[in-house]
């Protein structure tokens, strides 16, 4: 089956710093790969995706990268503030329609 | 908000006792998911329903029970649970399981389950 990895698992940046997420796969078929924002005391909200037709996506200031060859997608967060403070997941949808989730990374964005 | 909600918020229950967990999604989506998500540890999806039909079970022990009456109701019942079973419980849904409409999953606020 497929095997997600995601790092670091803690990240501090300051306010207006930029900030960095890893996640890499091991199945090939994987075709979807959707990013999550958890913040305490809520589930998992969608925030970016990206599909393996693509090599990157933009939304504001946060952005995702995509290397197929690799197997491995980034979450880019630009111009950090307080209320990014979460836990961040990334996930990796395969064949059979399975999503596989990262560990988690927990961002805290200093004032 | 997701259009996802879930109760109880919280719940603390002996290992003797029968308790169900709720899962209400206003979206008009047809699948709907149970997930679990323990501290360190990935989401495990725990049960997929589709059009109210059952699509998978990944190896979940049978003191945990899903029930899926229509399209837009999930249940989870509990029973002769374990400490271990202590964790969050996502519930989550998408327009279709298959992904070619659309595989974007919403996620309620969970239920957090203490077994003592």
């Known amino acids: 089956g497929e095997n997600v990895e995601q790092h670091p698992s803690t990240l501090s940046v300051q306010e207006g710093d930029s900030a960095v997420i890893k996640c890499t796969y091991s199945?090939?078929?994987?075709?979807?790969f959707p990013w999550y924002k958890q913040e305490l005391g809520k589930g998992p909200q969608l925030i970016i995706d990206?599909?393996?037709?693509?090599g990157e996506k933009k939304d504001q200031r946060i952005a995702v990268t995509l290397n197929k060859t690799a197997k491995h997608f980034s979450l880019h967060i630009t111009e950090t503030q307080p209320e990014d403070s979460a836990v961040y997941f990334c996930?990796?949808?395969?064949?059979?329609?399975?999503?596989?989730f990262g560990t988690g990374t927990s961002l805290t964005v200093i004032p | 908000e997701t259009g996802v909600t879930q109760t109880p918020r919280h719940l603390v229950m002996g290992m003797t006792n029968k308790k169900s967990l709720k899962c209400e999604q206003h979206?008009?989506?047809?699948?709907m998911y149970w997930y679990k998500q323990s501290a360190k540890k990935p989401l495990e999806l725990m049960f997929v329903?589709?059009?109210?039909?059952?699509?998978e079970n990944n190896s979940v022990p049978s003191r945990f029970s899903p029930e899926c009456p229509n399209s837009s109701h999930l249940f989870l019942h509990l029973h002769t649970l374990q400490p271990e079973d202590s964790a969050l419980y996502l519930c989550?849904?998408?327009?279709?399981?298959?992904?070619?409409?659309?595989?974007?999953?919403?996620f309620g606020p969970g239920t957090r389950l203490l077994v003592l």
């Open positions: 989550a849904s998408s327009q279709d399981f298959s992904g070619f409409v659309s595989e974007t999953q919403y």
């Open positions: 199945d090939s078929a994987s075709n979807y």
């Open positions: 990206i599909r393996s037709n693509v």
């Open positions: 996930a990796a949808r395969t064949r059979g329609n399975q999503f596989y």
């Open positions: 979206l008009g989506h047809n699948a």
């Open positions: 329903y589709s059009l109210e039909e059952r699509v």
